[in-house]
């Protein structure tokens, strides 16, 4: 009789320590959660909440109505659309320019022993910690007409009168591609580093030449990192205010000054805002679509 | 190592020379800039002298605008490095299906670009009155310093072995002060480094600093920002070689103790 018992209260006390130990278990896990607000709440406030609000600004007009005015204006006026194509074009020029400068750099790194790896490296981390801003006044020093660039080029007789290297288009994207070689070399060098040394010495001792072991093994093996790094460089171009902006000299304008004028000038926060939306699209869809060939998060947290 | 025959290495060597000169040359150069002794900025200067960092030092606008960015940076890294550490270490702990969602959701200030940020926290700080107000600044800097130490701190929890702390746990101690006396010293550099970053992220931000201080707030990149644009004088090459220095030491710091912990990770 007394083991009936027993064993009955043992079952309710197991009910209640499973109870209990799941009571415990989802306080813990809300604690956890808690711990996740204040952040969350300041990317909410700050961004999430302002860009629903600059979209609703942007598909209403000043009674509040509806309207896609803002957006077919992007596409049928022709300052705008010309800008949207010079932003894509630069961008571009951009991002090939530092996947031909940026992959010598990193090949050499990655193949090199310890010591003059590090000192490449140093050589690349240095530009990529200084200011932006910093770095764009100094390549401003450098182009202008009487700048060291343009006293070279007249001293070797390259040219006769100094070249107009600033305050247009070549300025800003020399000025870009300095600012963003430094990820495209970043993220090679680490997805180079990570190629197992077996794998050349394979090919070479299966007969192949340095080059042919570069061109077959070597190169599609650094794709990845190639891909990841291109991308996320043409995406940080397509939104680029600041270069642009000191470099370009207000003349040749990108779809970040669009932005910036259209709120500064003539405070019109629906036009802003369609403009705004289109670059975000752009920029969201490009990742993603590069996400989908290869694994952008993981290469660009390993490096 | 990748195997390369000599002349292809003394190519590629010389090449990558070249490229490594474009990289660097203009980060030296404003040194030479800022000691010349002439307005125009021919370079070399024509003599030299020390008159750009008199001038930037005698300067009651560049003194309070350093100021102001400096005091902007402190209060950003103190409010961003415990929000973003706790956040890092509760989506890390966590064993919710989602928390992965509300990681990305805290990485989009890092993907959104800045100008579209901009104009979000100028929307949301005109419509309250505060354009122009340090905490504005503040606010917005932490937004974007947060995937910043999301990403740091992140990386040295996941190489933590939170079995320790469950030890500390089972031996009596809550999970706070596990977390303090288990956790964070063992994670301390990626947290210094979180912070090393939150606050140059806060030193350099232009784009907000242009959209939402004023007057007052003025901060060292607004100011340089404008005096680029007007094309002053070179006072601006004396303001960027002090920036340059700190910035270059402060994240090389950094970088060391980040290399330090890695091999003490290798080796152990």
């Not at chain 1, 009674?63 to 077919?72: H, R």
């Not at chain 1, 194509?85 to 990655?110: D, K, N």
């Not at chain 1, 020093?141 to 060291?148: H, I, K, N, P, S």
């Not at chain 2, 002053?232 to 700190?246: G, H, N």
Request: proline share 4%.
């Amino acid at each position: 009789m007394s083991a009936t018992i027993n064993s009955f209260q043992q079952r309710i006390d197991r009910a209640d320590n499973a109870a209990e130990l799941a009571r415990a278990g989802r306080r813990e896990q809300w604690g956890l959660v808690a711990l996740v607000l204040p952040a969350a709440a300041f990317v909410v406030a700050l961004m999430v909440i302002p860009l629903v609000w600059l979209f609703w600004q942007s598909i209403t007009d000043q009674s509040g109505a509806l309207t896609l005015m803002n957006y077919v204006r992007i596409f049928t006026e022709e300052g705008t659309l010309a800008t949207f194509q010079r932003t894509f074009v630069a961008s571009l020029m951009v991002t090939a320019i530092c996947v031909v400068l940026g992959y010598p750099v990193a090949f050499l790194a990655a193949v090199s022993k310890p010591r003059t790896a590090t000192i490449i490296m140093v050589l690349v981390l240095i530009p990529f910690w200084t200011s932006v801003l910093v770095r764009t006044y100094a390549w401003l020093v450098l182009l202008q007409r009487t700048g060291l660039v343009n006293q070279f080029l007249t001293w070797a007789g390259v040219v006769e009168a100094p070249l107009a290297l600033v305050h247009n288009l070549t300025g800003s994207v020399i000025g870009m591609v300095h600012i963003m070689l430094p990820f495209v070399i970043l993220t090679l060098y680490s997805s180079l580093t990570q190629i197992p040394a077996d794998f050349g010495r394979a090919a070479a001792s299966l007969g192949a030449r340095p080059g042919r072991v570069f061109r077959t093994v070597i190169f599609p093996l650094s794709l990845p990192g190639l891909v990841a790094g291109s991308v996320f460089v043409f995406v940080l171009s397509l939104g680029f205010y600041i270069t642009p902006e000191l470099l370009g000299g207000g003349r040749t304008v990108m779809v970040s000054m669009l932005v910036q004028r259209n709120i500064d000038l003539y405070f019109q926060f629906g036009s802003a805002s369609a403009v705004a939306f289109v670059l975000l699209a752009a920029t969201l869809l490009i990742l993603w679509l590069a996400d989908r060939v290869v694994p952008l998060g993981k290469i660009l947290a390993d490096r | 190592m990748i195997l390369l025959e000599r002349f292809h290495r003394v190519a590629i060597a010389s090449t990558v020379a070249l490229i490594l000169l474009f990289l660097t040359v203009p980060v030296l150069i404003i040194f030479p800039v800022s000691f010349g002794d002439s307005a125009s900025l021919r370079f070399p200067p024509p003599g030299w002298s020390v008159r750009w960092y008199q001038a930037f030092l005698g300067s009651r606008q560049w003194l309070a605008a350093a100021s102001t960015s400096f005091e902007i940076a402190t209060l950003t890294m103190l409010i961003a490095v415990p929000i973003g550490t706790a956040a890092s270490y509760g989506l890390m702990t966590c064993r919710m299906a989602n928390a992965r969602y509300a990681y990305v959701l805290l990485m989009t200030p890092m993907i959104v670009p800045i100008i579209i940020i901009g104009v979000g926290v100028f929307a949301v700080f005109s419509k309250m009155g505060l354009v122009g107000s340090m905490w504005a600044l503040v606010l917005a800097h932490v937004l974007l310093a947060i995937p910043y130490v999301l990403l740091t701190v992140g990386a040295g929890l996941r190489s933590f072995d939170m079995n320790q702390e469950m030890a500390a746990r089972s031996l009596g101690v809550n999970r706070a002060k596990a977390f303090v006396t288990i956790t964070l010293p063992q994670i301390r550099t990626s947290v210094f480094v979180a912070a090393v970053f939150s606050f140059l992220s806060s030193l350099d931000e232009v784009v907000v600093a242009l959209f939402i201080a004023r007057g007052e707030t003025t901060t060292l990149t607004r100011e340089m920002f404008m005096s680029i644009r007007e094309q002053v004088d070179p006072t601006i090459a004396a303001v960027s070689s002090i920036l340059v220095s700190m910035t270059v030491l402060l994240a090389a710091l950094a970088y060391a103790s980040q290399q330090r912990s890695a091999r003490r990770a290798q080796g152990a």
